[in-house]
């Protein structure tokens, strides 16, 4: 069996369990492919006969846990290594997502995943898939890591909407030769013409004109703005994407994981000296740095465009 980049090694002492069988059962956990209640019982009967009954035990004892926890964060972690060795290319970074995807059906890092690899379809020219994609994460669930991949959809698709909105001024440009003094002429459009009113948060967009200063007078609708009141200057699809990816959370660094909280939380600082400090619980952000999970390993966070993993010193956690 060939060993994906993002496979979790076997434990030594497993391969004592079950006359070799648990290591086998394990990595198909870990790797997404969960053998069957039938199979357990195949390869508990084959080499103990006499304890064939306990192969639904196997299933509950073993197969699961594996997938559920420490080999999760095992196996992100190796795509996450993999993943940020490939980030520039975004067809060879797109098919290992895919391939995560399709072989950790229960990770609780797939929401994460899977945003990254619409951003890398969005990189990659495949803007259909990439729409479709982050709109696929709006409903994705309410853990903490699929919250923080919501978000992360309703920013890229607030840029794809800014630009159905910038197609019909446009056009009206090219019939006035100027841009209008609001948006309302747009809005009254007919229904399947009409541009989105708002961005993914519900807000109106924020438009205005924006003449040539240094022109003379009348000259003050050769040129608009138009945010996102949420993004603000980063609403730009084309800018957004030629940015760096992870440049802003490379100024983030991981204080400590706090411990004996009732939600895990972590103390981070933000900026390249830490000028800030921030204590955060799963789910909540600071100065746009979200904290999405807290591992046994590593934190995962957000800016709502992209991702970054640190690793978890844990002789440095602190109650």
Not at 167 to 184: F, G
């Amino acid at each position: 069996m060939s060993q994906e980049p993002f496979d979790v090694p076997v434990a030594t002492h497993e391969r004592a369990c079950l006359g070799g069988a648990g290591p086998l059962i394990r990595r198909m956990a870990t790797a997404g492919r969960l053998p069957t209640p039938y199979q357990c019982r195949l390869w508990v009967g084959r080499r103990h006969p006499c304890r064939a009954v306990a192969s639904l035990a196997l299933w509950l004892l073993l197969v699961i846990p594996a997938t559920l926890h420490a080999g999760d964060e095992d196996g992100f972690l190796g795509f996450w290594a993999t993943h940020q060795s490939v980030v520039s290319n975004h067809t060879a970074a797109l098919d290992l997502c895919t391939r995560y995807l399709t072989r950790t059906p229960a990770s609780a890092y797939r929401p994460a995943v899977a945003a990254l690899g619409a951003w890398h379809a969005l990189g990659a020219g495949r803007t259909n898939d990439a729409r479709a994609g982050f709109a696929a994460l709006l409903s994705s669930g309410a853990t903490p890591v699929a919250l923080a991949a919501n978000d992360c959809a309703q920013h890229w698709l607030t840029r794809f909407d800014r630009e159905s909105v910038r197609a019909p001024l446009a056009a009206w440009y090219a019939t006035h030769a100027s841009y209008p003094d609001s948006l309302k002429p747009l809005l009254a459009l007919p229904e399947n013409q009409r541009p989105p009113a708002q961005d993914r948060w519900n807000e109106p967009w924020e438009y205005r004109l924006d003449g040539f200063r240094l022109l003379k007078k009348g000259l003050g609708d050769q040129h608009y703005i138009l945010e996102s009141h949420t993004l603000g200057a980063a609403s730009d699809l084309a800018r957004a994407l030629a940015a760096p990816f992870g440049a802003r959370l490379q100024h983030v660094k991981l204080v400590r994981v706090v411990t004996g909280t009732s939600s895990p939380t972590a103390e981070i600082e933000v900026g390249d000296a830490g000028q800030r400090h921030a204590t955060l619980m799963e789910g909540t952000e600071f100065a746009g740095i979200r904290l999405a999970k807290v591992g046994a390993q590593s934190v995962l966070l957000t800016d709502g465009d992209h991702w970054q993993v640190l690793p978890r010193a844990v002789s440095g956690d602190q109650p």
